[in-house]
């Protein structure tokens, strides 16, 4: 039995894209994996399977407190998952829902943390969930944002906060186990950005080796197999789920007020990864 290694971001920050590059670096296949079968690769902290499991009756029929407490134990169950470390992919805040903390730290081995200018963020999270951009700031400024349960999906309900409390949580205390990457820094500098990543992990991979996962779990890789084969992670609101993967759209799109407000809301996460305009 290993340890959890959290794949944790806001909602459209890049996870999903960090969740490919892994599985093409430590799966080092011929041809890119297929996005489709991430899940069996990294695990998903939301998935409704889990607390079925853990329960011994549907998901669907606890409620949002009986969940809750089954975190700990659907997290002890991804460790005996695997025989060593397993990735596992979260969206939540660090910290409690429902009166049960949403990270169990004893079953912690470490965390790679993903942010994203909030601008961008706004702009695919309004395309994501079918949501107009306004609402999708407002979602992002509210502390009590919730991701409600999502019986089509599979996806049990869970509390993200706002983008800065989120970003707090998750990166206020610096510690070896942790490893902060913006989503710029990974489209400016691939090659530094994702070694950087490899060597949080103890992994030394072959120059040729790294160049070929950052190449199959490129944009372009990406986008062209959900064209081709669907993306089972796409919500039902969009029309795609790799929509146009760049950085710095929220320049064309934004209104100034819009950015006045983003700034106003997140104003002291945004000074301290280098966000404010």
């Given at each position: 039995?290993g340890?959890?290694?959290?794949?944790?971001?806001?909602?459209?920050?890049?996870?999903?894209?960090?969740?490919a590059?892994?599985?093409n670096?430590?799966?080092?296949?011929?041809?890119?994996?297929?996005?489709?079968?991430?899940d069996?690769?990294?695990?998903?902290?939301?998935?409704?399977?889990?607390?079925e499991?853990?329960?011994?009756?549907?998901?669907?029929?606890?409620?949002?407190?009986?969940?809750?407490?089954?975190?700990?134990?659907?997290?002890?169950?991804?460790?005996q998952?695997?025989?060593?470390?397993?990735?596992?992919?979260?969206?939540?805040?660090?910290?409690?829902?429902?009166?049960v903390?949403?990270i169990?730290?004893?079953?912690?081995?470490g965390?790679?943390?993903?942010?994203?200018?909030?601008?961008?963020?706004?702009?695919?999270?309004?395309?994501?969930?079918?949501?107009?951009?306004?609402?999708a700031?407002?979602?992002?400024?509210?502390p009590?944002?919730?991701?409600?349960?999502?019986?089509?999906?599979?996806?049990?309900?869970?509390?993200?906060?706002?983008?800065?409390?989120?970003?707090?949580s998750?990166?206020?205390?610096?510690?070896?186990?942790?490893?902060?990457v913006?989503?710029?820094?990974?489209?400016?500098?691939?090659?530094?950005?994702?070694?950087?990543?490899a060597?949080?992990?103890?992994?030394?991979?072959?120059?040729?080796?790294?160049?070929?996962?950052?190449?199959?779990?490129?944009?372009?890789?990406?986008?062209?197999?959900?064209?081709?084969?669907?993306?089972?992670?796409?919500?039902?609101?969009?029309?795609?789920?790799?929509?146009?993967?760049?950085?710095?759209?929220?320049?064309?799109?934004?209104?100034?007020?819009?950015?006045e407000?983003?700034?106003?809301?997140?104003?002291?996460?945004?000074?301290?990864?280098g966000?404010?305009?």
């Amino acid at each position: 039995m290993g340890a959890i290694i959290w794949l944790a971001s806001y909602p459209k920050s890049g996870n999903t894209w960090m969740r490919a590059f892994l599985h093409n670096l430590l799966r080092n296949p011929d041809s890119p994996a297929n996005i489709n079968t991430l899940d069996r690769f990294t695990l998903g902290d939301a998935q409704g399977a889990w607390y079925e499991m853990a329960a011994g009756r549907p998901w669907t029929d606890l409620s949002d407190a009986e969940i809750a407490a089954l975190r700990p134990q659907v997290h002890e169950r991804m460790t005996q998952s695997f025989p060593d470390s397993v990735f596992v992919k979260t969206h939540c805040v660090l910290g409690e829902f429902k009166g049960v903390p949403q990270i169990t730290m004893d079953r912690t081995g470490g965390a790679i943390y993903i942010l994203r200018s909030p601008f961008d963020v706004a702009i695919s999270m309004s395309h994501q969930f079918g949501i107009d951009i306004d609402t999708a700031i407002s979602w992002m400024a509210d502390p009590d944002f919730v991701a409600a349960r999502d019986a089509e999906a599979g996806l049990v309900p869970h509390a993200i906060n706002s983008w800065s409390n989120h970003v707090k949580s998750w990166t206020q205390a610096e510690h070896e186990t942790l490893h902060v990457v913006r989503y710029e820094d990974l489209h400016l500098q691939p090659a530094k950005s994702f070694r950087a990543i490899a060597h949080f992990l103890g992994l030394q991979p072959p120059r040729d080796r790294l160049k070929r996962a950052i190449r199959h779990s490129s944009f372009k890789v990406l986008r062209g197999q959900e064209n081709k084969h669907g993306f089972v992670e796409r919500s039902v609101h969009a029309e795609r789920f790799f929509r146009q993967g760049k950085m710095g759209t929220w320049r064309k799109v934004l209104t100034p007020a819009q950015i006045e407000r983003v700034v106003k809301d997140h104003g002291e996460q945004m000074e301290r990864f280098g966000y404010l305009p």
